[in-house]
């Protein structure tokens, strides 16, 4: 599948009074105002599309200067992180740098376009999209498992012949030991 949009961060200058407006205005839903290393922040969403509220504390984490608003960076959420990676990086985009550890819930790839706009890569999806991978596991692409009912090769593999006859030949020699009981009650 192609890489989707459904991430869009502000730089803002009052993060409550920002998230009330978004909320009422548009009725998204939000988590509670965090505060973070470099950032408070606080996540909206419409259920596809996570809206990232940042009050930045200083230029630190946000490359703007200290009260700057509008939009920060933007991101697309895709199935497989190293692949769009290539892709990008061979359009002409730049590593910019990682913000967490790729296990990490709010993982976030950063590059560069060619014009130095910041946009990110995420395979888990952003809190509150209908996309969002919950308790995701690994590394950069989500864990593939088999669908529900199926055997995996090996639970469906036979057994070879000798195996078969081997366990047949050790119940007919228990049965021949051991007595069988009746089940009357």
Known sequence: MAARIRHIALCVKDIKATADFYEKAFGLKRTPIREGATAWN??????EVNLA??????????G????WVGIHHFGFQCDDLPAQQEKVEAA???????????EDEGFERKFKDPNGIVFD?????????????????????PAKSAPAGKKSAAARKKP????IAAAAKKV????????RRSRSR
């Open 53 to 62: 509220l940042l009050q930045y504390k200083s230029e630190v984490g946000s």
């Open 64 to 67: 703007v200067p200290k009260g």
């Open 92 to 102: 002409g985009a730049e590593f910019f740098y990682d913000l967490g550890a790729p």
């Open 121 to 141: 890569l995420n395979w888990k999806g952003w809190q509150l999209t209908r996309g969002k991978i919950k308790n995701a596991v690994g590394g950069l692409r």
């Open 172 to 179: 007919s020699k228990r049965s021949a030991v051991r007595p």
């Open 42 to 47: 606080c996540y909206m969403s419409d259920g």
């Open 160 to 163: 070879a012949r000798s195996k």
